[in-house]
């Protein structure tokens, strides 16, 4: 089982940047596909980013393109989520899901359900 921690959350203003970390424990880190999601006070958990095992496919929501990239660094069992132009709609918890299986599609991706392991998500929260 992979032990995943978040950090890097914090309180910025709308514009700022901030870079989130998701450190892995375990050797079967880099055989698979990780993501990004977030949940706001009061709705569900949705889809922010995603990368395959080797950094090659990535998938991101329409609502974070252009401002959000999601890599990763397999040599140091990490992902990241590099977030610009932040808005107040991006507060929320952000947590770092790891693939049920090596290998998805683009729709996979976006599914909950496909993630086996979670960190404990961490905290950005976005002033106007």
């Known amino acids: 089982q992979v032990q995943l921690v978040e950090s890097g959350g914090g309180l910025v203003q709308a514009g700022d940047s901030l870079r989130l970390s998701c450190a892995a424990s375990?050797?079967?880190?880099?055989?698979?596909?990780m993501a990004w999601f977030r949940q706001a006070p009061g709705k569900e958990r949705e889809f922010v980013g995603g990368?395959?095992?080797?950094?090659?496919?990535?998938h991101y929501a329409d609502s974070v393109q252009g401002r959000f990239t999601i890599s990763r660094d397999n040599t140091k069992n990490t992902v990241y989520l590099q977030m610009n132009s932040l808005k107040p709609e991006d507060t929320a918890v952000y947590y770092c899901?790891?693939?049920?299986?090596?290998?998805?599609?683009?729709?996979?991706?976006?599914?909950?359900?496909?993630?086996?392991?979670w960190g404990q998500g961490t905290q950005v929260t976005v002033s106007s």
């Open positions: 899901g790891k693939a049920r299986r090596a290998y998805y599609s683009g729709t996979d991706y976006y599914t909950e359900g496909l993630y086996d392991s």
């Open positions: 375990g050797r079967t880190f880099s055989s698979y596909p």
């Open positions: 990368i395959s095992w080797s950094g090659t496919r990535i």
